[in-house]
């Protein structure tokens, strides 16, 4: 069965810190993993990574994606408040299947 | 606002009944996909539909039915509910079929009694 496993569940942290954020997966024929951020309501997209784009960097966001050992992470510095959300990993098994989400990491940025 | 709409944003009513949730993707897309997210299960796919057929179904009860109108929006009926159906349903829309990043919109949540 795929399975898209994300850690830590929830991180507290002060800005200004700098957050790593885990996700790991074992699915069959991977094709790509998505990054999602996810505030009061829809999650919107922030990163694709695929084998012909293994990083990806937006502002004080990057990603990066080691297909060898099944993990993506992203990476947020001088966190702000703004940054509060769930942040959601989601991977495409093969071309036919739907994407598989994890249950997300609650990040709290707090004054 | 990442141009998917959803209608109504909020839905209460009670258990046995039944009821329709709407969604309009991005201008463009093609396909349409249902999910069900709930606390403790996180983000569940139900079902895809592109250009008006199903694409790829997921852990959808046999109570919830979908479809995909020629004008593009698609509708989720959900029947004979349970408490367990509470939950935020989101749609969300891509310009294809496959790989594609996946707008999501506002979400409806539903409320069973």
């Known amino acids: 069965e795929d399975k898209v496993v994300q850690s830590p569940l929830s991180l507290v942290v002060h800005e200004g810190d700098t957050v790593t954020l885990n996700c790991s997966y074992e699915?069959?024929?991977?094709?790509?993993l998505l990054w999602y951020k996810q505030e009061k309501k829809a999650p919107t997209f922030l990163f694709m990574l695929t084998s012909s784009g293994i990083e990806k960097k937006s502002g004080r966001l990057s990603s990066i994606l080691d297909k060898k050992e099944l993990f993506s992470i992203l990476n947020i510095t001088a966190t702000q408040t703004g940054d509060s959300a769930i942040y959601l990993c989601a991977v495409y098994p093969s071309g036919n299947t739907p994407l598989v989400f994890g249950k997300g990491t609650r990040l709290s940025v707090i004054a | 606002d990442s141009g998917v709409t959803q209608t109504p944003k909020h839905l209460i009513t009670a258990t046995g009944q039944r009821v329709t949730l709407r969604c309009s993707p991005r201008?463009?897309?093609?396909?349409v996909y249902w999910y069900q997210q709930s606390l403790d299960q996180g983000l569940q796919f139900l079902i895809q539909?592109?250009?008006?057929?199903?694409?790829a179904k997921g852990n959808i009860l046999e109570r919830f039915s979908a479809q995909q109108f020629p004008d593009l929006h698609s509708e989720l009926n959900l029947s004979s509910l349970e408490l367990g159906d509470s939950a935020l349903y989101f749609c969300a829309s891509s310009v294809g079929a496959l790989e594609e990043t996946q707008y999501f919109g506002p979400g409806t949540r539903l409320l069973v009694l």
């Open positions: 539909y592109y250009n008006g057929e199903e694409r």
């Open positions: 699915v069959t024929n991977f094709r790509s």
């Open positions: 201008s463009g897309d093609l396909s």
